[in-house]
């Protein structure tokens, strides 16, 4: 669905289109539905499963997922986020680590083929970020070739898949703690079908835990009670082989290798949020241009759009500044993704520097997008609060995008400790460099080496003390880290497109981080005073400048070709409040 990103000829412009392609009707039509509870989420979920298995869209290939992504958040923060734990979790574990055996092949054709629902069974009531330590047990039986799969208690209930029964069947992927003959080997992935036809299977229940605001998804509380697994049920690709008599070996011995095995898709899910992130941006800063466009105030010279005011229309340039480099970097790392993943579908383990880009990455677009939605919502006055304008429910599904698929914050500083561990002091270097660009690489280079110089005083490692009194550090040096990957990927990509607006773009996303940074650069005395006040003027004259310019760049998001229409942007919107007033009357 993504075009190369390989096109020289292309210009910056035509890489920004939401999916990069048009959306037929019968897509949109399924998408425009609006659900108000979970049940008709899901009901929405099943006719975009099956509209993708009629209609022959590719899946598999991780970028062609990820533009099914783009083209979905924007429409429905629930479905979207159903069809990641669908397509992302469910079937890639599966595909990485499952053996073709009869059972794991008719549950994974019918999951592929849209016949049922997957859903991700890894969380618990009392473990997120610390999976490795569920409490969930798998403890095979050899008399009767079964895992026996329970919660031996409340801490150990799954905490907050969305497993309701419904229509379709729902298709676990379980991470639990395997048992054999009294010895522990860490966690697994085990498949079972938790519902056929609207009826649990045996010793699962499952409690709802209601609806998030504005985000109708079937989350729930699940615990199990003595349920068979089959001896095929458990995933282990290639790190260990278990015999039905109940012999075990090991092929990768470290129970931290294993784990990294088992969640690889995880982190690839990390990607998917970003995007979906990144798109809702795109659709904000579209309805948010709309109205500034079409809403009248009484400015000093008379009636006129409140864009007009250069506090409305810089601030929004900004935000779409971020949004247009995000949305470019996001398009090469999920090619680079997608191209590993590919080359490598089984046992597939992202390496830690790959891991380092994909978690920082993660946590820049989602937070800056955060922000952006908040800017957004406030530009557009009261209506910006309607959830007929959306967004509200995309600052609701950002709320979910943080914490999903790990929590920015622990990942972050997670990340600035693996760039010191990994002594990855520098970013690669780049064919081109922008001016700005030393003044960040020198904030990252100190922030380095005074992380550094405390692991080797503690013999080369971090421990809880380092972390908590210098958490500052690690997360600056994980956020400058990913700025910095961000331009350098940009610039190695785009640079040779001859397209002026490129130039433009990376200068002005440099200005911006740099002044987002400036008082750590001023404290760590990369830059002075001076120097400061020199990069602060130049940041004001660029975005008088180039306000216009990079607004423009709006139109390109695509946001009306995939079909997204909210009052706020339309047309007319004071005509479609007045029509639908008196539709309601006359009803």
Not at 337 to 349: D, G, P, Q
Request: net charge neutral.
């Amino acid at each position: 669905m993504n075009k190369s990103l390989c096109n020289s000829e292309s210009t910056l412009k035509s890489y920004l289109g939401i999916g990069n392609e048009g959306v037929s009707d019968n897509l949109v039509a399924v998408l425009k539905s609006n659900c108000d509870n979970y049940q008709s989420s899901v009901k929405k979920f099943i006719e975009l499963l099956k509209y993708i298995q009629d209609n022959n869209i590719h899946t598999k290939p991780f970028n062609e997922l990820v533009a099914l992504h783009e083209l979905v958040a924007p429409h429905d923060c629930a479905v979207v986020s159903m069809l990641s734990i669908h397509f992302n979790l469910a079937i890639g574990t599966i595909a990485n680590l499952g053996v073709q055996t009869p059972y794991v092949e008719d549950l994974y054709q019918k999951l592929c083929s849209g016949r049922a629902i997957g859903v991700y069974l890894a969380t618990e009531l009392a473990h997120g970020n610390d999976l490795i330590a569920i409490e969930t047990q798998a403890n095979y039986l050899p008399e009767k070739g079964v895992f026996m799969l329970n919660s031996p208690g409340p801490n150990a209930y799954k905490f907050m898949p969305n497993t309701m029964p419904c229509e379709l069947p729902k298709v676990a992927v379980i991470l639990a703690q395997l048992n054999v003959s009294g010895k522990k080997y860490g966690i697994f992935p085990f498949i079972l079908p938790l519902s056929e036809n609207g009826k649990l299977t045996p010793g699962v229940k499952i409690t709802p835990l209601g609806d998030k605001p504005g985000l109708h998804l079937d989350n729930a509380i699940t615990s199990f009670d003595n349920v068979e697994i089959p001896f095929e049920g458990i995933l282990t690709g290639n790190m260990i082989t278990l015999t039905r008599e109940g012999k075990v070996s090991l092929h990768t011995k470290e129970l931290r290798e294993r784990f990294s095995l088992i969640t690889n898709r995880i982190h690839s899910g990390k990607l998917c949020m970003a995007m979906i992130s990144v798109t809702a941006a795109k659709s904000a800063l579209h309805i948010t241009s709309t109205y500034g466009n079409k809403r009248q105030t009484f400015g000093y010279s008379g009636a006129m759009p409140i864009i007009n005011y250069s506090h409305f229309k810089e601030g929004i340039a900004w935000d779409t500044l971020s949004t247009i480099t995000h949305a470019l970097y996001l398009r090469e790392l999920t090619r680079k993704v997608s191209a590993i993943l590919s080359e490598s579908v089984k046992n597939f383990k992202f390496s830690d520097e790959l891991l380092i880009e994909i978690i920082t990455t993660k946590s820049l677009c989602t937070w800056r997008t955060q922000e952006i939605l908040i800017n957004c919502r406030e530009r557009c006055g009261a209506q910006g609060l309607f959830t007929v304008n959306k967004i509200s429910h995309y600052l609701i599904s950002n709320f979910g995008t943080i914490t999903s698929e790990g929590d920015n914050l622990v990942l972050s500083l997670k990340a600035g400790g693996m760039i010191i561990l990994n002594k990855m002091k520098e970013i690669e270097k780049t064919s081109f460099q922008h001016n700005l660009f030393p003044i960040l690489n020198d904030y990252m280079n100190f922030l380095y080496k005074k992380l550094n110089g405390l692991t080797v005083s503690s013999n080369k490692k971090i421990n809880l003390d380092m972390l908590n009194k210098h958490s500052r550090d690690f997360l600056e040096l994980s956020q400058t880290y990913a700025v910095l990957s961000v331009v350098t990927t940009i610039i190695d990509t785009y640079h040779n497109n001859n397209d002026d607006d490129f130039y433009m773009i990376i200068e002005g996303y440099l200005l911006d981080w740099i002044h987002r940074s400036m008082s750590n650069l001023l404290r760590s005395e990369v830059i002075n005073l001076q120097e400061s006040k020199k990069i602060d003027e130049r940041r004001i004259e660029y975005i008088r400048q180039h306000a216009d310019r990079i607004n423009d760049y709006i139109s390109s998001f695509g946001v009306d070709k995939a079909g997204i229409e909210t009052p706020i942007s339309s047309d007319d919107y004071i005509s479609w409040y007045a029509n639908n007033h008196h539709q309601l009357k006359n009803n």
